[in-house]
């Protein structure tokens, strides 16, 4: 139970918040998505989708575009490399950890 | 958000997302409905004179050169050109109407895993390889070979519909690739020209795919009337 514990201490803190890691799988799973779509998909106000976005931004996870569609402003989102690769070791690490769990 | 989210069904909604409203179906419908209506087209005697009229005008107005490109090249031309116009048509649709409410993903590049184009391949090409060798044994003749040409893109196509639906999670796709994959050798039995094969296998996927579209378009903007009535 003991080395259960430790894989947990050792998991991306930035990754691990739950806002967070599901703005993560969300971009993970595209190249690109705009503000309203994960809005949608986390269920996250604005305000808050906002300040999580900028924290992956500061750490380098994250690409923010910001543009018009039209007359109305239009913010995209994409994992960068290295928030593509932050996010899958997160995802091994805790899939290995639930499979252990469950045994 | 205090609970750890689902980030499996996270990624596989998002995943699914490009292919909930239908539209890539009836894309898919389109293109082989089309692919098949020209293949069968260009093999008849009014598609072929429609051809030849076309190179001997291209050579008196622009010479050889336009002509042997031009005339190589039509058929591709005229695939990536329809290709083009339903993207086109899918973003617009999507921009004014169908994401509008729900927001706008760029999904990934590569939705069919590499492993399962590459099985789907070596399905195709085994068909042929098996078409080709019972055809030197003399237990088949040509026709049988062309019928398999279509066959075997059959299972090619039915095999990646069934590979991309089990790794997005869309059971539609599973369905309609299992089925539609097997149903495709039907063609090796029936007394069939290589144009007729075409526009039957084409024409067949192109319904499958469009009824599923259609049930998934019809979904879609069901939802979305509710959500703006709800407002």
Request: charged share 15%.
């Amino acid at each position: 139970m003991a080395d259960e514990f430790k894989q947990i201490t050792n998991f991306d803190r930035l990754i691990h918040e739950p806002s967070r890691l599901a703005i993560m799988a969300v971009l993970s799973a595209c190249e690109n998505a705009d503000f309203t779509f994960l809005l949608n998909a986390t269920g996250l106000s604005k305000g808050n989708l906002s300040s999580h976005l900028s924290k992956l931004r500061d750490a380098g996870y994250v690409n923010i575009t910001k543009g018009f569609k039209g007359n109305y402003p239009h913010t995209t989102c994409a994992l960068t490399r290295g928030g593509r690769r932050a996010f899958d070791a997160y995802r091994k690490q805790y899939l290995a950890l639930a499979r252990r769990l469950k045994k | 958000m205090t609970i750890q989210p689902d980030i499996e069904a996270l990624i596989s909604e998002t995943r699914q997302y490009e292919f909930v409203d239908g539209l890539r179906d009836l894309q898919m419908a389109a293109m082989m409905a089309f692919f098949g209506i020209l293949i069968w087209f260009g093999l008849t005697p009014t598609g072929m004179r429609s051809f030849v009229l076309m190179i001997l005008y291209l050579k008196d107005t622009f010479g050889s050169w336009a002509t042997r490109l031009i005339s190589l090249s039509v058929y591709f031309l005229l695939l990536v050109a329809f290709l083009v116009g339903s993207f086109w048509m899918m973003r617009a649709l999507r921009r004014k109407w169908l994401w509008r409410e729900s927001g706008w993903v760029k999904p990934l590049r590569m939705q069919v895993p590499g492993r399962v184009n590459i099985l789907a391949a070596a399905i195709f090409l085994s068909g042929i390889a098996v078409s080709i060798t019972l055809l030197i044994a003399g237990k088949v003749d040509e026709s049988f070979v062309l019928r398999m040409l279509w066959a075997a893109t059959g299972w090619c196509f039915g095999f990646t519909l069934l590979g991309m639906g089990r790794e997005i999670g869309l059971m539609r796709y599973v369905r309609l690739g299992a089925v539609g994959g097997i149903a495709s050798t039907i063609l090796l039995f029936l007394p069939l020209s290589f144009g007729q094969a075409a526009i039957l296998l084409n024409g067949a996927w192109a319904l499958a795919l469009g009824i599923t579209g259609a049930i998934a378009l019809r979904g879609s903007s069901t939802a979305i009337r509710q959500v703006n009535h709800g407002r």
